[in-house]
Every structure is written in C-alpha cells, then in structure tokens.
C-alpha cells in the first residue's frame, strides 16, 4: 500500500472536499470537521462526479410518522440523481449490499494528509 500526500492539515475546510487523481483515479478527500475520509469520485449508479455532491445528514429509522435527522457530514448524495453513500464505509443507503463506493484509508503524518492505495 503506498501512501499518497494529498494535503496539508488545515488545507481542506470542514464540510468540503478535495477532488484529486491519484494513480489514475478521481479521489475526493472530504473534511468532516473531525476525520478525514477518502472516497471514489465516481457514483455507481451513472457515473457522475460523486464527490461534487453534497455531504449531509439523513433520516433514521424510527416509528411511523416520526423523522429524526441524524449523521450529519456524513452522507454524501450524488449531484445527478440523489443517491446517497455513507462516506466512512462507502454504503449505499438505499441498497447498501449491492451498491458501494470505494473508500480509501486515510492518515495524518507530520501535518500531511495521505491516502493510502
């Protein structure tokens, strides 16, 4: 597994993400205020630029006629058609056996930021 440099600590704000290629993939490095996650730029659905889309929250499970929002920053939902992926597993959440994104690991090494591929 090589480690690639991708930023500086501070660089990448929270709620934002860095889109870069690494190795000839379409990486997105997104900031959620406390982990840094790396994750494919590509939504298996049609392909869209998965990680131009927004990170946000979602509903949970819970009783008839109730809503509660929760896993704020963690959600990101595809800019083309709405389909939304956890950002730390790479889950679909509405079929997350049969739909995944890549996710990468991701460390911090002297105020650097590496994704390991």
């Keep these: 597994m090589i480690k690639h440099e991708v930023a500086e600590v501070?660089?990448?704000?929270?709620?934002?993400c860095k889109i870069m290629k690494i190795e000839g993939r379409s990486?997105?490095?997104y900031f959620d205020g406390e982990n840094?996650?790396?994750i494919r730029?590509?939504?298996p659905?049609?392909?869209?630029?998965?990680?131009?889309?927004k990170f946000t929250g979602t509903t949970?499970?819970?009783k008839p006629h109730e809503y509660i929002?929760?896993?704020e920053g963690e959600i990101?939902?595809?800019?083309?058609?709405?389909?939304?992926?956890?950002v730390k597993t790479g889950k679909s959440l509405a079929d997350p056996d049969r739909y995944r994104v890549k996710i990468y690991d991701v460390s911090v090494e002297d105020n650097r930021i590496l994704v390991h591929i």
């Design 10 to 16: 501070g660089e990448i704000e929270k709620g934002s």
């Design 27 to 29: 990486i997105g490095i």
């Design 36 to 38: 840094y996650h790396a």
């Design 41 to 43: 730029n590509v939504c």
């Design 45 to 53: 659905h049609e392909q869209a630029e998965l990680c131009k889309g």
């Design 60 to 62: 949970l499970t819970s």
């Design 69 to 71: 929002y929760g896993m």
């Design 76 to 86: 990101l939902v595809c800019p083309w058609h709405g389909w939304e992926f956890d």
